[in-house]
């Protein structure tokens, strides 16, 4: 098990910048592969983001290719997000999820994270 708490968020205009940050607990922090999820009012969990344990494969959702970029820093057990050119339909809460055993072909997979943070709220004014 590893605790996990973002932040960073907050209300940014259209256009603006956001970095998102994840801590982690734990000392195998390496071990997990970490992915980013938003949830926007009255929508379901979508995917945002993934990265692997030694950052060597990233993936994003088509609707933030270019504009987001996942990295972490295993010294500091600590993933981020960074949100450029943000749009108003990226507006929601923004949560960071964890697995050990997650593999490559299913790191978009919402049901396969087995830890989760409480979410942090991003707010894109137009």
């Known amino acids: 098990q590893v605790q996990l708490v973002e932040s960073g968020g907050g209300l940014v205009q259209a256009g603006g910048s956001l970095r998102l940050s994840c801590a982690a607990s734990?000392?195998?922090?390496?071990?997990?592969?970490m992915g980013w999820f938003r949830q926007a009012p009255g929508k379901e969990r979508e995917f945002v983001a993934a990265i692997g344990r030694s950052s060597t494969y990233t993936f994003y959702a088509d609707s933030v290719k270019d504009r987001f970029t996942i990295s972490r820093d295993n010294a500091k057990n600590t993933v981020y997000l960074q949100m450029n050119s943000l749009k108003p339909e990226d507006t929601a809460v923004y949560y960071c999820?964890?697995?050990?055993?997650?593999?490559?072909?299913?790191?978009?997979?919402?049901?396969?994270?087995?830890?989760w943070g409480q979410g942090t709220q991003v707010t894109v004014s137009s």
């Open positions: 999820a964890a697995d050990s055993r997650i593999t490559i072909a299913t790191m978009r997979r919402l049901g396969e994270y087995s830890n």
């Open positions: 734990g000392r195998t922090f390496n071990s997990y592969a």
